[in-house]
C-alpha cells in the first residue's frame, strides 16, 4: 500500500530519469576527464608536473559551499538553470578520480608502452588500445562510486533544479515532508527504498570489480 501510495503521490518515474540522465552524464564526464589527466599525470614527466597535480589534488579540499554560490551565478548566467547540463556541468571533472587512477598507473608496465611505440600507436592510440584495458578494473570501480555518489547528490540539485518536472530523486522526496509535521512516514520510506535500488544493483553487479580495484592498489 506505501508503494502504491508513493507513486500516487509523486512522479517517481519522472525523478528517476531526471536522476538517472543526471547520474550518467556526471559519471561520463569524471570518468573521461580522470583517465585522461591520470595518463598525463602518471605516466608522462613534464616539468612542473608533480606541482600541478598537487594543485589538482588541493581542489579536494575545498567544501562545495565555498564555489555553490560561484556555480550558480555561472550556471544562470549561461541559462542552464532547471536544465540536465547545469545539473552535470560543475561535477564534470573531480580530482578524486584524478588521484584514485593515477595510484594504479604508477606501476603500468613500461614494457607495453615501448612496445606499442615500436607498433607504430601514438599517444591516443596507446591509451585507449593499452593503458584503459589494462586498469579496467580501477574504472569500473569509479564508474560505480561517481554514479552512486551523484545518484545521492542532493544539495546542487536542490539549488539549480527547480521546476517540478526537472527534479532529481532525492529532492523530490521533500514532497513527502510538510513543515507542518505531517509527514507521510509510509509513503517516504517506500519512495525511499525505491530510491536505492538502482545504485545497490549496481555495486552488487560490479562488487568484484570495486574489491579487485582496492585489492589491487593495496598489493601495489
Do not use: C
Amino acid at each position: 500500500m506505501n508503494y502504491v501510495e508513493a507513486f500516487a503521490g509523486a512522479p517517481l518515474g519522472v525523478y528517476f530519469k531526471n536522476t538517472l540522465i543526471v547520474a550518467v552524464l556526471v559519471t561520463v564526464g569524471q570518468v573521461v576527464t580522470a583517465i585522461l589527466a591520470a595518463y598525463v599525470f602518471g605516466l608522462f614527466r613534464f616539468p612542473g608536473r608533480d606541482l600541478l597535480f598537487y594543485l589538482v589534488i588541493g581542489t579536494m579540499m575545498i567544501p562545495i559551499q565555498v564555489t555553490l554560490l560561484p556555480n550558480y551565478l555561472l550556471i544562470s548566467s549561461l541559462g542552464w538553470l532547471n536544465t540536465y547540463l547545469g545539473a552535470a556541468a560543475p561535477q564534470l571533472a573531480n580530482a578524486f578520480g584524478v588521484f584514485f587512477l593515477r595510484q594504479h598507473l604508477l606501476g603500468f608496465p613500461r614494457e607495453l608502452l615501448e612496445a606499442a611505440r615500436v607498433d607504430g600507436a601514438g599517444t591516443w592510440r596507446t591509451l585507449w588500445q593499452v593503458v584503459v584495458p589494462v586498469i579496467r578494473s580501477p574504472i569500473v570501480a569509479l564508474v560505480i562510486l561517481v554514479f552512486v555518489n551523484t545518484w545521492n547528490e542532493y544539495l546542487w540539485p536542490l539549488v539549480v533544479l527547480t521546476d517540478p518536472p526537472m527534479k532529481t530523486l532525492t529532492v523530490g522526496l521533500q514532497g513527502f515532508v510538510s513543515m507542518e509535521g505531517g509527514n507521510n512516514w509510509g509513503p517516504l520510506m517506500a519512495a525511499a527504498t525505491l530510491t536505492t535500488l538502482p545504485a545497490l544493483l549496481l555495486y552488487l553487479v560490479a562488487q568484484r570489480q570495486i574489491i579487485s580495484s582496492f585489492m589491487q592498489s593495496g598489493l601495489k
